[in-house]
């Protein structure tokens, strides 16, 4: 099935460093959404985005939708230990479709 | 507390074994779905259920069941579990309305099929 493009595949940075990470497809989205997987546990979500251009945060995540709705980004400001895990985008078309996942972008955190 | 449940946690089968894994939730829910998830492929959908008795495939349901007879419940069933379904599974339920944004996980199971 469709997949999102998601990168990097992984992250190795140093405590108090930002983070970008991002998400594109070939097609249009009306919906994007950040979700964070802690080790042993299911994903959480973070951010929902649901207009293109439109800037949400979350304490020190930020994530963008992008202008031509085929992309989206997230920033993580001045990175801490339990920042680590797998965050992961998705988008949605519509109500009526399923949920589009990316394959996730591991962050690890060297203290 | 508001949760879903899922059991075994983990688990460690041989080829053609039936098995079953339950999903619980106690939060009235109509929604679920059950993912697979795999390195380098992030979670695809393998069933879902919009309500009891209504269920529909995802993205990868061959070698798999479901059943949604009680709205807390939907187990998902390997009738002949083969190594290709090792993988982390994760149920999921969400509330009527924007139900692919507000999805509520379980812990995971992690299924080894010998």
């Known amino acids: 099935g469709q997949q999102l493009n998601q990168s990097p595949q992984s992250m190795f940075i140093q405590e108090g460093e930002d983070v970008s990470m991002n998400c594109t497809s070939s097609s249009i989205f009306n919906t994007w959404l950040w979700y964070k997987q802690d080790p042993g546990e299911g994903p959480v979500l973070l951010i929902a985005l649901y207009k293109a251009g439109e800037l949400t945060s979350n304490g020190r995540l930020t994530a963008q939708f992008g202008t031509t709705r085929k992309d989206s980004f997230l920033n993580i400001s001045a990175s801490i230990p339990s920042d680590v895990g797998i965050y992961f985008c998705a988008g949605l078309k519509n109500s009526n479709y399923q949920l589009i996942w990316g394959a996730g972008t591991k962050l690890i955190i060297k203290p | 507390e508001a949760q879903v449940t899922q059991n075994p946690r983990y688990l460690i089968t041989v080829t053609g074994k039936k098995l079953t894994v339950t999903c619980s939730q106690n939060m009235n829910h109509e929604y679920m779905s059950w993912y697979r998830q795999d390195p380098g492929l992030g979670l695809r959908q393998i069933y879902y259920?919009?309500?009891?008795?209504?269920?529909d495939k995802g993205d990868v349901p061959e070698g798999y069941k479901v059943s949604r007879k009680e709205k807390r419940n939907f187990p998902l069933i390997l009738e002949s579990p083969s190594p290709n379904q090792t993988s982390l599974y994760f149920c999921?339920?969400?509330?009527?309305?924007?139900?692919?944004?507000?999805?509520?996980f379980g812990p995971g199971t992690r299924l080894l099929v010998l």
């Open positions: 999921a339920s969400s509330p009527p309305g924007r139900v692919q944004e507000t999805q509520y």
């Open positions: 259920s919009m309500n009891v008795e209504v269920t």
